[in-house]
Nanobody, 124 residues
Framework: QVQLVESGGGLVQAGGSLRLSCAAS????????MGWFRQAPGKEREFVAA????????YYADFVKDRFTISRDVDKKTVDLQMNSLKPEDTAVYYC?????????????????WGQGTQVTVSS
């Protein structure tokens, strides 16, 4: 089992950057696939990015490619999401997720463990 705590959210102007961090506690952090999802008011929770165990292969939603970067530090048990060139439509609560074998990494139902979320607000 793993517990997840996100941090780093806040208010930023369009074009700015934020770095979100997810701290994991528990065993075998390196064995989990880690993901970031987001949920805007009135919308479904959607996939943002994921990073595999082992090789650290990364996956991104089309709308964040070339703007966001996911990374993990196995020693620190953290997974970060660097967000650049932020847009007002990126405003949402961002959630960290983990699963040993999510299968379809873009499906939120595949992940067993979730953080409480951190708010990101991008002003125009």
């Amino acid at each position: 089992q793993v517990q997840l705590v996100e941090s780093g959210g806040g208010l930023v102007q369009a074009g700015g950057s934020l770095r979100l961090s997810c701290a994991a506690s528990g065993r075998a952090f390196s064995a989990y696939v880690m993901g970031w999802f987001r949920q805007a008011p009135g919308k479904e929770r959607e996939f943002v990015a994921a990073i595999s165990r082992g090789s650290g292969r990364t996956y991104y939603a089309d709308f964040v490619k070339d703007r966001f970067t996911i990374s993990r530090d196995v020693d620190k048990k953290t997974v970060d999401l660097q967000m650049n060139s932020l847009k007002p439509e990126d405003t949402a609560v961002y959630y960290c997720a983990a699963d040993f074998d999510p299968g379809d990494y873009w499906r939120r139902g595949e992940y067993d463990y979730w953080g409480q979320g951190t708010q990101v607000t991008v002003s125009s």
